[in-house]
């Protein structure tokens, strides 16, 4: 049987020639039959944590490894009516449980358990996790759960309760990289800390990005904070989306109206909170109501320069220095 293990290095802080300090965690993805769409594990240098990813197809497989009989949490993923579904659980074993959803729930498609690599969880640990899980799960509202109500927080000692949200705060650093965005929120709260700024020997000056349509009367200001593209509160966009019938940007625009990111106000839509997106042209997206070149339609706020100019400029004067 192939095996195949992608990266392996420690957890470290990295300092580039002097400029600045950056601390980087690095994990390790183990891809046990070899294929990237097989089963896989997920481990962090310096945390406890162990978390497997199998589809259903290989579930059988799945629960005869030795930290599926572990106390843990898990997370069951599929569709239901076309729809994203979720199921978040806990169990002092988790093969024989997730064995009972593997006779009574159809709709999954893929599991996700996590658990400590030495089996150190109790029950009231997967319980607290369980109850967390649920909670940042509902608050993003990108993923509908099948959980008929959220879970109490059991009673946790303080020492307890800070070694659980350690525990989360490295899984939502693991469960994005595995591409579960469930619990990866978006919403940003307004701030200017932390936002990319245009140096010069006197002042630091905030860089802002506006877009505008004169036909439909849209106005939308964004910024650029920790490598994302922030549109933000009180942004405008179309009332609807007019784009091609079945794109990505469509079904992201749909999530937005949804969780009441984009609500209707007069002729449009406005945004009612901040939001991240992964690119300008998603943004741009969301603004127009159909796909479009959102490098060219954001321009830094007060000028004609536009995102891919700026984005340039950037780049030739790293090269210079």
């Known amino acids: 049987m192939r095996r195949r293990v992608l990266s392996q290095f420690d957890d470290r802080t990295i300092e580039e020639e002097g400029k600045m300090t950056v601390s980087g965690r690095s994990m390790q ?10 089963m896989l ?9 162990h978390v497997l990813m199998t589809p259903r197809t290989q579930i059988s497989n799945a629960l005869s490894r030795k930290h599926s009989k572990h106390t843990g949490v898990y997370v069951l993923i599929g569709e239901n009516d076309g729809e994203p579904l979720a199921y978040i659980g806990e169990a002092e074993n988790m093969a024989k449980r ?13 599991a996700i358990l996590i658990t400590t690599a030495a089996d150190t969880l109790n029950k009231a640990h997967v319980k607290y996790l369980e109850a967390r899980l649920v909670e940042g799960a509902e608050a993003v509202g990108r993923t509908k759960l099948e959980n008929a109500n959220t879970p109490p927080r059991p009673s946790l000692g303080e020492a307890d ?41 006197n002042q630091s000056e905030l860089v802002r990005f506006q877009l505008q349509s ?40 749909k999530e937005l109206e949804t969780n009441g990111t984009v609500v209707s106000q007069g002729g449009n839509c406005v945004f009612t909170q901040d939001y991240a997106f992964k690119s300008p042209s998603a943004a741009a997206a969301m603004i127009h109501g159909r796909p479009t070149n959102g490098t060219v339609d954001w321009k830094i706020e007060g000028t004609s320069q536009t995102y891919k100019s700026w984005e340039q400029s950037q780049l030739e004067r790293l090269e210079s220095e």
Request: charged share 20%.
């Open 29 to 38: 993805l183990y891809f046990i039959d070899g294929r990237p769409d097989g």
């Open 41 to 49: 594990t997920a481990e962090v240098f310096n945390w406890t944590g």
């Open 98 to 110: 997730l064995g009972q959803h593997v006779a009574n729930k159809d709709w999954w498609s893929s």
């Open 161 to 201: 309760v800070a070694n659980m949200e350690g525990f989360l705060d490295y899984l939502m650093m693991v469960l994005p990289a595995l591409r579960i965005d469930m619990f990866l929120q978006h919403a940003k709260p307004k701030t200017t800390s932390n936002t990319l700024t245009l140096s010069s020997p």
């Open 214 to 253: 004169k036909k439909f009367g849209l106005v939308a200001s964004a910024r650029l904070e920790d490598g994302e593209f922030i549109v933000e509160r009180g942004s405008e966009a179309k009332q609807s989306w007019t784009g091609e019938g079945g794109h990505s940007y469509e079904a992201l625009r």
